[in-house]
């Protein structure tokens, strides 16, 4: 794989701070909710709602400082003017995006099956096993999330267009489902976005149903960063 | 000769005017190919094609033969590049600038790095965000020539610098031709051109308007100017009635200057000979005079269609 290590290297430094945050708060949350709720209450309450967002944030933020910012600012000249091909700049920047989201939701898991653990109802194994479900959906996700801002960060010279489609996509989706519960004029919202897909229920229920919705989630993300990647490695740069 | 910069009839059109249009250049190995223009002619288009930033509409460039927009990454192993538009990576110091460089250049030897930080005399300690803009310029500069690349695309390399910088960065540049590198700037200050230049194309609304070779300038020109100032009036009067091509004439002087090419020197001499010259010299031609003049041509022939 054509990974760029003082491109990943630097793209690890501007982003960690971000990265970290989110995820000491996520962790945080979903620690105390582990020691407060029982899983199945914790996945119906939290999962539908915040976590989701917290991607969101991450995604758009991130997305757009990993091309489209570095376009605008010029500062990309300064990768692009050593021997790096641009097709190894895409793979370095997906590469630390998936990775840390990846790394993002393990920690998650790992922070609620803590706190549950050391709940008072306990945790036994199956129940371990849902929370890193209910997480590896909220990765997929996140993934789905990350290459649509990451395509439209590939596309746009300018900040500002790719957090006003990029971002406005992403935050669309997280607010179609809320908006569907406003009754049944606008249900319909519900199927509009990809959060529908990251369904909660299905996954604490018994089956094996909601595996494709995630790999359906994973794989927007993935046409999404490759669709993207291709049209950067195609187009202008006015650097 | 294999040329080691080509552009072949290279057009980006970016409507109303603006872009480069059917641009024909060779630079030959170990030359200094300078670039000049006003603002908007091209030069930065030009040089963001030879970069690979930018995929030709129509024509080609290539560098060492090979394509600039399908091997820009292998191609910059052996550029390096002094941008005209500075914006640094988001780390804190000079410093840690020229270490990021480093690391994707795989250079591990600071010797070149730290040679070049002391000759500008840089303060590499310096927060990238708290530099004038001259220090940022440096800083440039010293990342430009870090990785001794036998090129150079210097776009507009010294703009910012106050005159002892712009003094030094020349010397660098002379040094850097010494050693054989090929060199390709763009700049608008004719004076730093022709102190390094071994040819200068202009630019003109993205045209190449002429290319002068340097040796034929600077007082070299096959036809020289010479100027000629007399002390009376009625020498004056008879050298003007005489069959020279004037250039210009100032009554209040007693001033004539005539262009003249080496073979007709000697009637000059003869001309003057029963005449009382107060003095004569040569005035060279500068870089300047024969942009202005090929400026205004150009210009004639537009105002022409």
């Known amino acids: 794989m054509p990974i ?31 020691m407060t709720a029982p899983i199945a209450a914790a996945g119906i309450a939290y999962y539908n709602m915040l976590p989701g967002i917290f991607m969101g944030v991450y995604a758009i933020t991130v997305g757009n400082k990993l091309i489209s910012s570095q376009v605008d600012r010029g500062t990309l000249a300064y990768v692009l003017s050593n021997p790096v091909k641009r097709s190894t700049v895409i793979v370095t920047q997906v590469v630390f995006f998936a990775g840390s989201l990846l790394a993002m939701c393990t920690l998650s898991a790992v922070a609620h099956s803590l706190g549950a653990y050391f709940s008072t109802f306990g945790a036994n194994s199956a129940e371990i096993q849902t929370i890193f479900k209910l997480n ?104 | 000769m294999n040329h080691v910069i080509e552009i072949d009839g290279l057009t980006k059109d970016y409507g109303e005017g603006r872009g480069v249009f059917d641009v024909n250049l060779t630079v030959e190995p170990g030359e200094i190919f300078g670039l000049v223009g006003i603002n908007g002619s091209g030069k930065t288009t030009t040089i963001r094609h030879l970069m690979g930033y930018l995929r030709p509409q129509k024509g080609t460039c290539s560098i060492e033969g090979r394509n ?9 192993k052996h550029i390096g590049h002094v941008p005209g538009e500075i914006s640094f990576p988001d780390v804190r110091t000079g410093m840690d600038f020229f270490n990021l460089q480093a690391r994707y250049l795989g250079i591990r030897d600071k010797t070149r790095v730290n040679s070049l930080i002391d000759r500008f005399n840089l303060d590499a300690s310096a927060p990238l965000k708290r530099m004038s803009k001259g220090m940022k310029q440096k800083t ?52 730093e051109l022709e102190a390094t230049c071994d040819r200068v194309a202009f ?3 993205g045209r190449i308007i002429d290319v002068v070779d340097m040796s034929l300038l600077g007082g070299n020109e096959p036809v020289k100017e010479y100027k000629v100032e007399f002390t009376s009036d009625e ?62 041509e150009s210009e004639g022939t537009n105002h022409a269609y």
């Not at chain 1, 018994?206 to 490695?233: K, M, P, Q, R, Y």
Request: aromatic share 12%; charged share 15%; glycine share 8%.
């Open chain 1, 4 to 34: 760029n290590s003082a491109l990943l290297r630097q793209t690890t430094r501007e982003n960690v701070t971000l990265w970290g945050v989110l995820t000491a708060v996520q962790c945080l949350l979903v620690g105390v909710i582990g």
């Open chain 1, 136 to 239: 590896l959906g909220l990765f997929t996700l996140a993934l789905s999330f990350a290459g649509i801002v990451f395509a439209a960060s590939c596309l746009f010279n300018l900040s500002k267009y790719t957090i006003a489609v990029g971002g406005g996509i992403v935050c669309a989706f997280l607010l179609f489902p809320i908006m569907a519960m406003f009754g049944s004029k606008f249900a319909f919202l519900s199927n509009l976005t990809v959060v529908s897909l990251y369904k909660v229920g299905s996954i604490m229920a018994s089956g094996t149903g909601w595996a494709w919705d995630l790999v359906i989630l994973a794989a927007i993300g993935l046409v999404a960063f490759a669709a993207g990647g291709v049209a950067f490695v195609r187009r202008d740069l006015p650097l």
């Open chain 2, 68 to 76: 600039c927009w399908k091997h820009a990454a292998e191609l910059k």
């Open chain 2, 140 to 191: 440039a500069i010293v990342a430009g020539f870090m990785a001794d690349a036998p090129i150079l695309l210097l776009d507009e390399g010294t703009t910012g610098l106050d005159p002892l910088m712009q003094k030094v960065f020349t010397e660098l540049v002379q040094e850097e031709k010494a050693q054989g590198r090929t060199m390709f700037m763009s700049s608008h200050m004719f004076d």
């Open chain 2, 203 to 205: 630019l003109k609304e």
């Open chain 2, 235 to 296: 020498d004056y009067q008879t050298f003007l009635a005489q069959s020279f091509l004037v250039k210009r004439h100032r009554d209040d002087y007693k001033q004539v200057s005539v262009l003249l090419s080496d073979r007709d020197l000697n009637a000059l001499f003869a001309s003057l000979s029963g005449l009382d010259v107060r003095y004569i010299t040569q005035v060279p031609r500068t870089l300047e005079d024969q942009f202005k003049e090929k400026y205004q």
